[in-house]
């Protein structure tokens, strides 16, 4: 059976907060909880104005220590802006602090742009080329410190860390395969190598003492309601944020617009084709036939399913729906 999961952009929407974003992060930590969702992840994006995870440390920590089951961690950070020893610590603090429960996954994209780049690291000299030995480093921190070690993270060595290589393309499907690690594919956004990554991913894949065999997670955009109208007007706002943020006009997460895709120009209309091809939107009976054919076609352990929905209340219901669904789902199983 395949298992749920959430992935909280903490959208910051218009007329709002960061504040009030964080406030609602939390509220749907314990609502997920509540509803039996296996994890809560929280992405690193800097400069974004509609996206209030930027210290994605610091949201883990809040939202597990509001929490008490539910694993909770990075989806992910961005490890090249960075020093490997820096995220063990954090991450083996959190460990610390909350056993068991604390996830980390890592990828190699700025989830920036280029200046801001900058602006985080300084200088670019720890590029993504590097990416493959910072992986192995950080891993390396978590293993139980020898006699001799000069360096070590401390919180951090022998914590029990679940360590993820999320990717996008090919390259973190081969990456994760090589290591013996869990893989995420963020198919919620960039959906077009998603097959391919995991066939490789699954081909290639070298047990571990980490993991035994392959584990795959797929991002997907999964929006419901009590009717399909309703879904697909609140959908409308993930669909306008993309159209901005493609159109170099990123900002907060607009309110839903009536009929917004029929207006759109070919050029915008074909980008959210192929950007949200994954996306589910709908009432229960339409988003648990997209989960089954999803399940089908990717054979996922789990989904990690995000919603961006402007109303908090209409994005709260829209999991309880998603986790209705999950639940009639396993009973077939």
């Not at 460990?95 to 996830?103: E, F, Q, S």
């Not at 990828?107 to 992986?135: C, H, I, K, W, Y």
């Not at 690690?181 to 190598?193: K, M, Q, R, V």
């Not at 091809?277 to 999803?294: K, L, M």
Request: charged share 20%.
């Amino acid at each position: 059976m395949t298992t749920l999961s959430v992935l909280d952009l903490s959208p910051v929407t218009e007329g709002s907060t960061a504040a009030q974003s964080l406030k609602n992060t939390l509220d749907l930590a314990r609502h997920a909880e509540k509803l039996g969702f296996h994890r809560y992840w929280l992405a690193e994006h800097h400069n974004m104005a509609g996206i209030a995870s930027a210290a994605t440390s610091v949201v883990i920590a809040h939202v597990a220590a509001g929490t008490s089951t539910i694993r909770v961690g990075a989806g992910g950070i961005m490890l090249p802006n960075h020093a490997p020893l820096v995220i063990a610590e954090q991450f083996g603090t959190l460990a610390a602090l909350h056993p068991g429960r604390i996830d980390l996954g890592i990828g190699r994209a700025p989830g920036t742009d280029m200046l801001t780049a900058r602006a985080l690291r300084r200088n670019l000299e720890a590029s993504v080329d590097n990416f493959p030995q910072d992986v192995v480093e950080l891993m390396g921190y978590f293993e139980p410190a020898t006699s001799d070690q000069r360096l070590r993270a401390v919180p951090g060595e022998g914590e029990q860390v679940e360590v993820w290589v999320l990717g996008s393309s090919l390259y973190g499907a081969q990456l994760a395969a090589m290591l013996g690690l869990p893989y995420a594919f963020a198919s919620h956004f960039a959906p077009t190598e998603l097959d391919h990554a995991i066939e490789i991913y699954r081909s290639r894949f070298q047990p571990s003492e980490r993991l035994s065999k392959p584990y795959v997670m797929a991002g997907i955009n999964i929006v419901a309601a009590d009717s399909d109208a309703e879904a697909k007007l609140l959908f409308s706002s993930v669909q306008q944020a993309f159209v901005n943020l493609r159109s170099g006009r990123p900002g907060r997460l607009p309110a839903p617009v009536e009929g917004y895709e029929r207006d759109l120009d070919p050029m915008s209309r074909q980008m959210l084709s192929q950007t949200l091809s994954c996306a589910i939107v709908g009432s229960a009976e339409t988003v648990q036939r997209g989960v089954e054919a999803f399940i089908a076609r990717t054979g996922a352990d789990e989904l990690m399913v995000t919603a961006q929905v402007f109303d908090h209340q209409a994005r709260k219901r829209s999991y309880e729906i998603l986790a209705e669904v999950g639940a009639g789902l396993a009973k077939a199983a």
